[in-house]
């Protein structure tokens, strides 16, 4: 880095051409001084970190070959095959002596000694012997080194890929486990990865307590039982939390003790690899939770047992206060470190290669940017809480460095923040200075609903407060939005159903009684709260397993102060699928919600305008996107012939509406109704119109509700124009994980029209015909034994009306659901009917033989207006 040249060579690998970027005394010109001139002031902070992540990378690339090789540690560290052997390599510089240990050899390593580089690699070969690798696949292995004062330890392989204990003993150590299994047991991927969504929409899960029992479920589980759900809610992505393993069940997986090892409470790598494949399949994209802000403090199990007091230079670890959260009770990486940096980093391409992740959320990020941490800090925003020496620039550029790997790696990576603080830059490109995440987390809105719920009666809420909370981040930033995760439901802290509802969660949520006032207020705002957030709070969406239906009670893992009991650490989704429970209401409208973007794509809307914050009514007006948000939060007061500003003139129908009755409401909003708009003041000038906007129409508000209203395209409504059919995509058809090829489906607008699916080029079956004699009646169909209706799936009732002026294909719009695979015998299949199930708020679909053969097809008859100008999306 001494020359011109050189310094122009690093730079330009980082920086588009277009701009310039120096690393000397000269000024600094990044992207982020034009989008916020306000950081021109810390501009040599800027200037030094951008120096040395510069300089960084030209280091990795001189040494390395590439930032994208050298995150290929674990091909070199641990264990691996090479030439008919096995060969181990671990960096433990303050070891005298080491040995590797493990079932194969009687944990004698004497015959087993490795050898020391100057680095402090210590490396060993084993040969197989007779063609059979000398360590058997899934058998215990451990890493054996003496250090300075003579003492030897035993110690699980820092890049260990797998690592158990023996559940008969209690508190029993974990043993690193040798995983290579044959061919024949290795899990080979059927699925590509999903393509990125516009805007995300993230369930937050956890494995080991997403089952019904009092126990620890398994990856096969999850993916089996847990991922239809997201799937039929409408998600494009799943978050998973705790995968890497931690020896604490109760630490949530932020404990970690094994950094490239599965959590083994929950299955195998080939389970979890099952699992992230199904969600492909699925159209579902996996997150996941990654934990290198800190590690255990564990010895005998953890990445920590390798510190035996040497100096920071030859530990993944600080020294001293430095090297210790004293909230967490837990070890800071030293990020300066080469070989922190290979460890971490290669971290990150092992999920990304290996399991086929498609992005992370990085865990505590704010303890990462400063050197105190977070710690007893309120930040107000103040930049100079942001750029100062108490900011961790080794901890700023591993992050640097981590985002752009992630994006070289895999372009289409999402890769989100967890971070209080609001630091600027957070979320722009590393050119234009940025630290390079594409999203943050809004960690500032669930504090804000828990004060409101806690603190404040409905009639004091602040419509303007609210509106300012979620709209409250930086431009051209991203975040993602969430009432609660699961931070919000943990023990000694409530989940918003439980704060809303309490006690009366127990008793009062059947639907064969009336709902007392405290449920109906509670089923309410509990719906409105989740769906401003999202539609107001950021650009992507985030809920914890559960929490779309209203989980009751709280999380407390297994410990000594329960007895060691799962009770409350599982998911009770028989709540959910009692059909006499209220719960399903507010699930059917979280699948309401998510269904909203995915045909109107309202999150990835640059265009959010709050035109009305009325305390005296109670109520919040806004746009996002083309769609009209309106929200009545007064707890008594309906509003007929309410008046809501409007951009675009025309005529304006319900999209969506939180009191429908499948939403637990009162029906008080008809959804066939016309509203159409009238012209406000002068045209271009604000100040005349009505809120700022030229336009406005009139509705009914009753109280504590929320209702979306699109703009209907007439030209497509006009005599003589094609309205009856709208195209639209079908994504595939699944039969389990089986996958299909896509092809197109046209569904007919009136309920005595048929549609033909196909998996050929077959189209409308403009010819077919449905009289009266043939048309499947809800009696006959309820009195037919299910073994011979042949049932294919169900259609979820939405009382959503789809987008049909672009007449585009859109993406898998998740809630309807045809389950069967291409007929082997090319015989034609007929879904001759749709049967309203009262009791299960869905449409059966019946597969009947025709004779006519006709490949894979089948007769789709669309028999309710909410089916009317959808997409059909085969589950």
Request: charged share 25%; aromatic share 12%; proline share 6%.
């Amino acid at each position: 880095m001494n020359n011109k040249a050189e310094r122009h060579f690093a730079i330009s690998s980082v920086v588009k051409e277009n701009q310039t970027m120096t690393t000397s005394t000269e000024d600094v010109q990044l992207g982020i001084f034009e989008i916020d001139p306000s950081l021109e002031k810390f501009k040599d902070h800027f200037s030094y970190r951008t120096k040395k992540y510069v300089e960084t990378e030209s280091m990795i690339k001189k040494y390395e070959g590439s930032l994208e090789a050298f995150a290929q540690g674990y091909l070199k560290f641990g264990f691996n095959r090479e030439q008919d052997s096995i060969v181990y390599r671990e960096w433990a510089p303050a070891a005298q002596e080491a040995q590797v240990i493990g079932d194969f050899n009687g944990w004698d390593g004497s015959n087993h000694k490795m050898e020391r580089n100057e680095f402090g690699i210590w490396t060993i070969r084993i040969p197989d012997s007779g063609g059979i690798p000398s360590i058997p696949h899934n058998s215990r292995i451990k890493f054996r080194f003496k250090h300075g004062n003579g003492i030897w330890v035993d110690r699980i392989p820092a890049w260990i890929r797998f690592a158990t204990l023996d559940p008969t003993r209690f508190a029993a150590p974990y043993d690193g486990v040798y995983w290579d299994p044959p061919p024949s047991e290795r899990y080979v991927f059927k699925h590509p990865r999903p393509p990125k969504p516009a805007a995300p929409r993230i369930y937050e899960a956890h494995v080991g307590m997403s089952g019904p029992e009092p126990r620890v479920s398994t990856y096969r589980e999850f993916a089996d039982n847990v991922l239809p759900r997201i799937r039929a809610n409408n998600y494009n992505m799943v978050q998973l939390m705790a995968i890497m393993e931690h020896s604490y069940y109760g630490s949530f997986g932020y404990h970690v003790t094994n950094f490239f090892a599965v959590s083994s409470r929950s299955g195998t790598p080939e389970d979890l690899k099952y699992l992230i494949d199904k969600a492909h399949g699925l159209g579902i994209r996996v997150l996941m939770d990654v934990v290198h802000s800190h590690a255990s403090n564990n010895v005998t199990d953890g990445l920590n047992g390798f510190d035996v007091g040497q100096s920071t230079q030859e530990s993944y670890f600080h020294t001293g206060e430095r090297g210790y959260h004293k909230l967490w009770d837990s070890r800071l990486f030293n990020y300066a470190n080469w070989e922190v940096l290979r460890f971490l980093l290669s971290n990150l391409r092992w999920w990304l290669d290996e399991f086929k992740f498609d992005g992370f959320r990085f865990d505590g990020v704010t303890s990462m940017l400063y050197h105190h941490h977070g710690i007893n800090m309120a930040f107000t925003g103040n930049y100079s809480e942001y750029f100062s020496e108490a900011t961790d620039v080794d901890a700023v550029v591993y992050m640097m460095l981590a985002n752009r790997l992630v994006h070289k790696v895999l372009p289409d990576a999402t890769i989100i923040a967890e971070d209080v603080s609001g630091m600027p830059a957070l979320c722009l490109p590393v050119y234009e200075g940025g630290v390079g995440f594409d999203y943050r987390l809004a960690m500032a809105i669930p504090d804000k609903w828990i004060d409101y719920l806690k603190n404040k009666i409905d009639i004091k809420w602040s419509m303007k407060d609210i509106a300012w909370s979620l709209t409250n981040r930086r431009y051209t930033e991203k975040c993602i939005a969430y009432a609660e995760s699961h931070d919000q439901a943990i023990v000694g802290d409530k989940t918003i159903s439980f704060l809303l509802m309490d006690k009366e969660m127990y008793s009062g949520m059947s639907n064969l009684k009336p709902a007392s006032p405290l449920i109906d207020r509670g089923i309410s705002l509990h719906k409105m709260i989740h769906f401003i957030t999202m539609a107001l709070g950021g650009e992507g969406y985030l809920n914890f397993m559960g929490n779309e239906f209203g989980h009751p009670e709280w999380i407390d893992f297994p410990r000594e102060g329960n007895g060691w009991s799962y009770d409350k650490c599982r998911r009770q989704w028989n709540l959910v699928d009692t059909d006499h429970l209220r719960y399903k209401h507010m699930n059917a409208f979280d699948r309401a919600m998510n269904l909203l973007d995915d045909r109107f794509h309202f999150l990835a809307s640059t265009k959010q305008i709050v035109s009305s914050t009325s305390e005296e009514d109670k109520v919040i007006v806004f746009e996002r996107g083309d769609l009209v948000f309106v929200f009545n939060f007064h707890p008594e007061n309906t509003y007929s012939g309410y008046k809501v500003g409007c951009d675009l003139p025309g005529k304006y129908r319900v999209a969506l509406d939180s009191d429908a009755p499948e939403f637990g409401g009162h029906g008080r909003v008809g959804h066939d109704v016309d509203h159409f708009t009238t012209p406000e003041g002068i045209p271009g000038v604000p100040e005349t119109n009505f809120n700022n906007r030229p336009n406005s129409f009139q509705i009914l508000s009753p109280a504590r509700t929320c209702t979306v209203y699109y703009k209907v395209d007439e030209t497509a409504e006009q005599p003589g124009e094609e309205t009856a059919i709208s195209e639209t995509t079908v994504s595939g058809i699944l039969d389990q994980s089986e996958t299909y090829e896509t092809t197109e489906i046209l569904l007919g607008e009136e309920t005595t029209e048929i549609a033909t699916l196909a998996l050929d080029d077959s189209k409308i079956d403009e010819t077919a015909e449905l009289s009266s004699d043939n048309r499947p009646t809800e009696d006959s169909l309820d009195q037919t034994p299910l073994e011979d209706r042949s049932v294919l799936g169900f259609t979820p009732l939405t009382p959503f009306v789809g987008d049909r002026r672009n007449r585009r294909s859109y993406p898998p719009p998740l809630p309807y659901h045809l389950f069967t695979p291409a007929p082997s015998s090319g015989g034609r299949g007929r879904v001759r009917a749709g049967s309203r199930r009262q009791d299960r708020g869905c449409f059966l679909l019946h597969a009947l033989p025709a004779p006519t053969p006709v490949p894979a097809s089948l007769l789709l008859l669309s028999s309710t207006p909410f089916l009317r100008s959808h997409a059909i999306d085969a589950a």
